[in-house]
């Protein structure tokens, strides 16, 4: 069965003094008269991503990647916005823990119980005096957005944020706990949008990995599910998942990567996910309906997480406490980051659209 491609970012840095690809002029009106919020947007790449800490950032945005910086572009339209660095493998629950370090410049705390369970430092990385945002609080709130499994770490992070976690304090005196353990804090966030994001597992894996602390752990089907059981869906909160699909239905009902659009390393994972369809070993069944995908997401699986309230968007009836689900992106897994060897990606309008909604909320 496929699985996860890590492109290694030296062949990237190959290519960029090749391309000098740049999104055309767009057509998205922006009016801020007609804004209710402008929060600064947070995004969180995916697994084997990078952000604004990493040095390779300024050689070649994540977000953006040959199109140009993507948070520039934003900004020139009026939106605050910032990359966050997380773990390129770690688990969900890492990332979200360097996510809150980042977010209020301190020292990254991965929990009393949870280092212990796994066998890994207490301590990482210390952000103390180079926070991401200028403030972070129930008045100084954010909009986040998670790409591919930057979706299940913002999703852990608001669910942390909001109810924090019961071992972490039974384990931590009230004087040592990191406060993204004691919950109370789901009115610090006020969007949160998934990106082509494996919210109910993934078949690019066909068995469950053995180190439960990791990314591939968390994205097999079974584990991210059961990861959906505990997270909070908070009734003041906007959820949004935009899914993504590059692949076309045959007339065998199976699945290919339509290669006009879909990267070359995506093409045959693409072909074997849109084939696929079995029974996990915790006795899930994913049929056909599992078989469209962007070439390493399965489609539906980037919809609304499987234990959560949704809906399909509707324009001017978005409601808090329910995912919305926005219509399909027709584009490979990489198209929401900007596309790489693809000339005929466009997502700077995707995002002017999507961030102008949120804010007229």
């Known amino acids: 069965m496929a699985k996860i491609i890590a492109f290694p970012l030296s062949l990237i840095f190959a290519f960029l003094s090749l391309f000098g690809i740049y999104l055309p002029k767009t057509d998205v009106e922006i009016n801020e008269n007609n804004w209710n919020t402008n929060y600064p947007y947070v995004f969180v790449h995916g697994l084997m991503g990078w ?70 430092d207490r301590f990482g990385k210390d952000f103390t005096g180079k926070a991401l945002i200028p403030a972070f609080d129930s008045k100084n709130k954010i909009n986040i957005l998670g790409h591919s499994f930057g979706g299940a770490t913002i999703r852990v992070f608001a669910t942390l944020m909001a109810k924090g976690d019961e071992a972490e304090r039974n384990a931590t005196s009230k004087d040592e706990i990191s406060p993204l353990f004691t919950g109370g804090k789901a009115d610090y966030i006020y969007s949160l949008t998934t990106l082509a994001a494996p919210s109910n597992g993934t078949t690019a894996y066909s068995a469950p990995a053995e ?79 599992w078989l469209e995908n962007d070439g390493l997401v399965n489609t539906i699986s980037a919809m609304a997480p499987s234990s959560a309230p949704s809906a399909q968007y509707e324009e001017g009836n978005v409601k808090p406490g329910v995912w919305t689900v926005m219509p399909t992106y027709r584009g490979d897994h990489m198209s929401l980051q900007g596309g790489m060897m693809k000339t005929n990606v466009h997502v700077h309008e995707l995002y002017l659209t999507h961030l102008n909604m949120i804010n007229s909320l």
């Open 51 to 120: 952000g604004e800490y990493d040095a390779q950032y300024k050689l070649m945005p994540y977000w953006g990647m040959f199109g140009g910086e993507l948070m520039k572009k934003l900004e020139k339209s009026g939106f605050d916005c910032y990359a966050a660095s997380v773990s390129g493998t770690a688990s969900a629950w890492d990332r979200a823990c360097e996510l809150y370090a980042q977010l209020t410049g301190t020292v990254t705390d991965y929990g009393e119980a949870h280092s212990k369970e796994h066998g890994h």
């Open 211 to 289: 180190d439960k602390d990791s990314a591939a752990y968390d994205m097999y089907i079974d584990n991210a599910l059961a990861l959906n059981e505990k997270m909070v869906t908070d009734k003041n909160t906007y959820y949004f998942a935009i899914p993504c699909s590059a692949t076309t239905k045959q007339e065998d009902g199976t699945y290919k990567a339509d290669t006009k659009i879909m990267e070359g390393m995506f093409q045959s994972s693409a072909d074997e996910m849109g084939a696929y369809t079995g029974v996990t070993e915790g006795g899930y069944v994913f049929d056909e309906s």
